[in-house]
């Protein structure tokens, strides 16, 4: 198995933006990911045997670190796949300057919260009625781990 982690390029957009409205339920849209290009947003691919398995998209702000996106391709998701490209995002902050990673993950998210909690993010606040859900809003949490 070869993994590879390369820059997100304007030419991932269709694959990155395809890919986000089949697996979330209120995704962003090709224009927000676009958009997180031309900010200089540390945008990454994450490349499995040579194909597209993953994304992420990452705001650096002074020592600040935050995780905007990270998704697998749903027949990818469960293998172990977004820890490791968890793991590459808390490295890249790091050498970046970064001394802490905040994120926001829906209070349903079980395989999000999974995640966080795995690596280690302590959850240190709720943003009430945050996300448009199905049935009204959802609330975001909110976390952080030092890196
Ligand atoms: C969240 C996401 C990035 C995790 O990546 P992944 O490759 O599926 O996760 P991993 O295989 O590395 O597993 C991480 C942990 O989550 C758990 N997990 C994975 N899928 C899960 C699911 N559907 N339900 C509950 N837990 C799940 C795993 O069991 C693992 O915990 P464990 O090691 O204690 O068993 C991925 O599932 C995804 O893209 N989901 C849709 C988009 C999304 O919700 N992104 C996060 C927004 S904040």
């Excluded at 849209?29 to 691919?45: H, K, M, P, Q, V």
């Amino acid at each position: 198995m070869s993994l590879e982690f390369r820059p997100m390029l304007v030419e991932d957009l269709d694959w990155v933006s395809e890919t986000e409205q089949q697996i979330y339920p209120f995704p962003w849209s090709r224009t927000n990911f676009a958009d997180s290009l031309s900010a200089g947003y540390s945008s990454w691919i994450m490349q499995l045997d040579g194909e597209v398995a993953g994304y992420a998209v990452l705001m650096l702000v002074m020592d600040e670190a935050h995780l905007l996106n990270i998704s697998i391709k749903s027949s990818l998701q469960g293998r172990g796949l977004g820890s490791l490209l968890l793991d590459h995002l808390c490295l890249k902050a790091a050498g970046f300057g970064a001394t802490q990673m905040f994120l926001e993950v829906r209070s349903s998210n079980e395989a999000g919260l999974r995640l966080y909690d795995k690596w280690g993010f302590a959850r240190i606040g709720r943003r009430k009625a945050y996300y448009p859900a199905e049935q009204g809003r959802e609330d975001a949490i909110v976390m952080r781990r030092m890196l």
